[in-house]
């Protein structure tokens, strides 16, 4: 009996056969140019093509990544899921979108606040 793997979230992000994330695939699904990319990551315009694989900039994609996870598992679409993180804005946080929290440093906040919707203690 053969076992189904599922490929885990994060992979269809990863940058050729490293242990990185791609900042043009991530820019891509996300609907951003790299240096806007850039810009949200606070990292030079240069840096996600340049030096794909710096720690500032990899750790912002990971926070992306990791809210976007989340996300689809609440509403069970990548694309909807993205484009509630960029528009819909968040009562609990002054009305700011969680794609505005995750460029402030604010993903792990995000995180608790979409797990607390998951499970019916917040909204």
Not at 72 to 82: F, L, S
Not at 88 to 95: D, N, T
Not at 100 to 122: C, F, H, K, M, N
């Amino acid at each position: 009996m053969s076992a189904i793997l599922q490929q885990p979230f994060a992979d269809r992000f990863r940058e050729s056969d490293t242990p990185y994330l791609s900042p043009a695939q991530i820019g891509e699904f996300f609907g951003l140019q790299i240096q806007e990319l850039a810009e949200r990551a606070h990292v030079h315009r240069n840096t996600p093509t340049a030096r794909p694989h710096a720690p500032q900039l990899q750790k912002f994609l990971q926070d992306m990544v990791r809210v976007l996870a989340v996300a689809t598992e609440i509403t069970g679409d990548e694309k909807h899921a993205v484009f509630l993180l960029r528009n819909e804005p968040l009562r609990a946080f002054g009305y700011k979108t969680a794609d505005t929290l995750i460029q402030e440093g604010r993903a792990d906040d995000v995180v608790a606040y979409l797990e607390s919707l998951a499970g019916g203690t917040a909204g």
